[in-house]
Every structure is written in structure tokens, then in C-alpha cells.
């Protein structure tokens, strides 16, 4: 019986292949190939040679004016709300003295407070290895533990304050 199995078995798979060739799908293979399109015009090509370079000479030593430091709302620190660890956890929208980046700020215990990520910060934010609160004050340390920026709640979701070298930062969610 077994070999009756194996027999039949044979014979579909061979019916099964000769069945595959007589397929109509091989015969679009034969059909002559696409006739090629028409070119289009192509138009006239010109070539000439660049106008020389603008002779404006700018004085090197001559640089644009800084720009002006934003304001920064005075916060008193007598008036800012408590803060806690777990309003402070999380991923933030930083603004230092006008540009823009990220920090992240996990409850990840790194030395005496958690690890903080900067993500594209300018200086000295982009220095910044943790973060801890101290009462109403947020504060964000380099990796020696000297304070880069103090910051106090100045709402939901917002802190201000400023950097050690006296530029305005302010988180927000």
C-alpha cells in the first residue's frame, strides 16, 4: 500500500508540472516587444561664462551687532510654588537666552539627584548630567555636581530662572 501512495504522489506532481507549462502565462514572453516612443525636441543649449563674483568686500574684523537679551519675568522665590520630583520627571522643551532644544529628565537616581539628558542644548545646558529639586528650586548640574541652572515654577508645566553665566532659560512642557 505504501507503494501506491508514493506512486500516485508521483504522477500528480508530474501532472502537476505538465500542467504549469501549458500555461498562458508564459506566452506574453513570445510577443514582440513594445515599439520605442518618439523623442521629444530638445530645445537649443547656450553655454557662457559666470559674471564675476560681486566685488562687496566686507571688513572682516567688523562683526554684526549681538543680539539684545530677552527679559525674563522676575520670579520671586518667596512666591514660587513647592515643587516635587515627580513634576519635574519627564521630557522638556528648554529655551535658553532664545534657543531651543530638549531635555529629559527621568527618576533615575545618578550622585546626590537623577540623571538628566540634554538633547542638542547649547552651552551650558549641553554640559548637563542630573537634576535634583531643593524646596521650591529646580536645580540642573555638569558632571563635577557645580549648579548650570536654577529654576523656580512659574506655573503648570513651566519653570524659569537662569544659567550659572546669567542667561534666561525656561522649561515647558
Not at 566686507?58 to 520670579?75: G, R, V
Not at 510654588?81 to 535658553?96: D, F, I, L, M, R
Not at 530638549?102 to 527618576?107: E, G, L, S
Request: with cysteine; net charge neutral; aromatic share 6%.
Amino acid at each position: 500500500m505504501p507503494h501506491n501512495k508514493t506512486a500516485i504522489l508521483a504522477v500528480s506532481l508530474m501532472a502537476l508540472a505538465l500542467a504549469g507549462c501549458q500555461s498562458d502565462r508564459f506566452s506574453s514572453m513570445n510577443s514582440p516587444a513594445p515599439q520605442p516612443l518618439p523623442s521629444a525636441p530638445s530645445g537649443v543649449v547656450t553655454s557662457n561664462q559666470l559674471p564675476p563674483p560681486s566685488a562687496t568686500q566686507t571688513d572682516p574684523s567688523q562683526f554684526p551687532e549681538a543680539p539684545q537679551q530677552t527679559q525674563m519675568a522676575a520670579i520671586d522665590p518667596n512666591t514660587a510654588a513647592e515643587v516635587s520630583t515627580g513634576s519635574v520627571a519627564g521630557v522638556w522643551s528648554v529655551n535658553v537666552a532664545g534657543q531651543s532644544c530638549r531635555v529629559a529628565t527621568p527618576q533615575t537616581k545618578f550622585g546626590a539627584g537623577y540623571r538628566a539628558g540634554p538633547l542638542r542644548c547649547p552651552a551650558p545646558m549641553d554640559g548637563v548630567k542630573s537634576w535634583n529639586v531643593e524646596g521650591k528650586q529646580l536645580a540642573f548640574y555638569d558632571a563635577n555636581g557645580s549648579v548650570l541652572a536654577t529654576l523656580y515654577s512659574s506655573g503648570a508645566g513651566r519653570f524659569d530662572g537662569q544659567t550659572s553665566n546669567g542667561q534666561p532659560i525656561s522649561l515647558s512642557r
